[in-house]
């Protein structure tokens, strides 16, 4: 199947299927990819203790990670080569060795190269523990081959 | 020595070395402390293949990472426990696998509880490839016993 | 009636009447307080030729001004002061005179003394022209009498 | 005189001339562009009644106005059409009726179609009040004739 008898939904799941077996940071960190939608994506990740700051919290580093790569998944679901020009993130409440955080990508805006999209991150029980914005820059190239 | 003995200058690197000490990302990610003042902080770190996404190129998420334990360092360096309550970032070039990068943190203001930081990290060769800002907000508690 | 009588909806439309009738600044650009709830408020304001900035567009500080005054109501309908930290806003698309700009500020997180809002800007036909996201610092004092 | 032949002084002072000129909103909130070089401004704006707020402060829009307008100034020194992408303020400290605020912009990064720039608000005691950090992106067209 070429990606032009793919539906909208095909694509995406597979543009995110090809960048997770190429994302080493993702798979080190024990990522999973829970869904993906067009301009949407929720993944999940346990903090372990090698995510752990020195006030004993996970490190924001950590949390922002999974936030920005639920932004790449759900900004690169239409196969067009899409990388962060900028991203901010306000904590709200901090995460504890064991939880799992889950980071869930919506789309705000996306019209010619660009793109905004929210994440929050919340903790198995629920609770956000951050609000993320990322902003999407569309390059050259395509995730899989068209 | 108790910390009332303690110049500014010795107070930040014993806050630094202790925070150092306990925070397993940082030393999972294999981060150098290579120079802390007070309001100050440098920080460096090897870009290894788990660093790098799906693009090839290193993870917005490592080089964040790096910025905000930086950040962590510098706003730290007055023994009084200081987490971020927001951060953004601007990605201004990639970095590459094997690609040194350097993050410098310096302190923009510091009043009452809060105080903002900003972040510039390089390369080994010195463009830069990212400008992060820090909030910093004081909370209870001393990094090293007084 | 005290503020003790009245029912939250009732406390954050009193709100928001002090302070509108007290903002010079929402009064002198024309702004109108279409809609408030608890933790909600939406505005809006016709551009003026002198809210054009010399590109002939409305200046992205009129736009960003009447997000912020959206912000500030939603976040003060509890009747305990409360300030902005610090904001942010991406600009989508740009507004032209005449046109009316509508500011929808929407609580994200309230917890403790501090809160996210996130406002969605749009013209008269819909169209978003700009996000903006407020961090709210609750401070001494009420804005009506107990 | 044609821009040829203009050093890049004089394109900036003339760019920033002829915004200055057409910006209906600086003029109406009495801003002085008080030095302009390249990628570099410095303005200011005395602090009236209708820029106050219902906490009888300056109105963070009014004071993000400033900045954006600096921010600008200094982005369009090239006499390449830039606009804002985004924006974000941190507040440090309020300004009162009768305060001059001054807003300088400078030039972080410039590559490509894109910029950031930090502008630093003060008021007449050089108190800094605010920190802003505006995104740009460069569009068609020139600000004064080729």
Redesign the interface.
């Known amino acids: 199947m070429t990606t032009d008898d793919m539906t909208p939904q095909q694509l995406a799941e597979a543009s995110s299927a090809?960048?997770?077996?190429?994302?080493?940071?993702?798979?080190?960190m024990g990522m999973s990819i829970d869904e993906v939608k067009p301009g949407y994506a929720r993944l999940s990740m346990k903090i372990r203790?090698?995510?752990?700051?020195?006030?004993?919290i996970s490190?924001?580093?950590?949390m922002?990670?999974?936030c920005?790569?639920a932004f790449?998944h759900s900004c690169?679901t239409y196969n067009r080569?899409t990388?962060?020009?900028?991203?901010?993130?306000?904590?709200?409440?901090p995460g504890f060795e064991g939880d799992t955080l889950i980071a869930t990508s919506v789309e705000?805006?996306r019209?010619g190269r660009?793109g905004?999209y929210?994440v929050t991150l919340t903790n198995q029980r629920g609770e956000?523990l951050a609000?993320f914005?990322g902003?999407a820059y569309q390059i050259k190239g395509t995730?899989i081959p068209e």
């Open positions: 090809a960048m997770h077996e190429r994302d080493h940071c993702a798979q080190a203790k090698d995510m752990l700051n020195g006030h004993a490190h924001g580093g950590c922002f990670t999974l920005d790569t790449a690169n080569v990388v962060a020009s900028g991203c901010s993130i306000d904590y709200l409440a705000r805006s019209s660009t905004v929210d956000t609000l914005r902003k995730v």
